[in-house]
């Protein structure tokens, strides 16, 4: 069983920054993909950005609505995903979510293959 907790939501004017954190627990392997997806209100839920479980560089995949914008890490260490959030607009609204699970590399965007998910964590930038 996996556990994620989310964390470092937050208010913030348009151009800002904010950095979102993932505390993971329970037995993640080197078959799991790590991500974080966001759904605004009447949307559906979509993926953001994703990193395998090891966390090299190379391994990361982005929405091309936030490439240049946001950057997922993951400290293995620490058990502890990241997403910092750069130049951050008013569309970048919406509740961020942790997942994690195992599945094909082409469906890591795809939320549907995500096993395991936080209770979310609300971003509002205001204009």
């Known amino acids: 069983q996996v556990q994620l907790v989310e964390s470092g939501g937050g208010s913030v004017q348009a151009g800002g920054s904010l950095r979102l954190n993932c505390a993971a627990s329970g037995y993640i392997n080197s078959r799991y993909f790590m991500g974080w997806f966001r759904q605004a209100p009447g949307k559906e839920r979509e993926g953001v950005a994703v990193?395998?479980?090891?966390?090299?560089?190379?391994?990361?995949s982005y929405a091309d609505s936030v490439k240049g914008r946001f950057t997922i890490s993951k400290d293995n260490a620490k058990n502890t995903l990241y997403l910092q959030m750069n130049s951050l607009k008013p569309e970048d609204t919406a509740m961020y979510y942790c997942?994690?699970?195992?599945?094909?590399?082409?469906?890591?965007?795809?939320?549907?293959?995500?096993?395991?998910w936080g209770q979310g964590t609300q971003v509002t930038v205001s204009s």
């Open positions: 997942a994690a699970g195992v599945m094909s590399w082409y469906r890591r965007m795809e939320k549907d293959e995500y096993s395991y």
């Open positions: 990193i395998d479980s090891i966390g090299s560089i190379g391994s990361t």
